[in-house]
């Protein structure tokens, strides 16, 4: 781990890739906090803004609506894990599908 060392008062390089870096609990709640509100503000404001354009007085709540939809989708778009390709299993199970027998001790069923 002598590279990951920093010269002595030098800093510790960063990560090439955003693949590399390895964020805290912290950075995913202040980026799932920071989507959310911003969904909620850009989409509400402007169904505001059409709301007093239009004259109506609903077009605030749809888009306040929409903005959370849309925050959420994006949330679980970039924080769930990812989907496993199909057709490719866990090696769990025999071909054709079929689980195989649970082993007791010694081999026996």
């Known amino acids: 781990m002598a590279e990951d060392t920093p010269a002595r008062g030098g800093t510790r390089p960063r ?4 693949d590399q870096q390895q964020h805290s609990g912290a950075d995913v709640g202040w ?11 850009v989409w509400g404001g402007a169904g505001l803004a059409l709301d007093r354009w239009l004259g109506t007085q609903f077009l605030a709540l749809v888009g306040l609506l929409l903005g959370l939809g849309v925050a959420i989708y994006l949330i679980i778009m970039k924080y769930a894990p990812p989907v496993p390709p199909a057709g490719r299993g866990t090696g769990h199970n025999r071909p054709g599908g079929r689980s195989s027998q649970p082993r007791t001790q010694k081999g026996h069923r």
């Open 31 to 41: 980026g799932i906090t920071g989507t959310m509100l911003s969904g909620i503000i």
């Open 15 to 18: 990560p090439k890739t955003p």
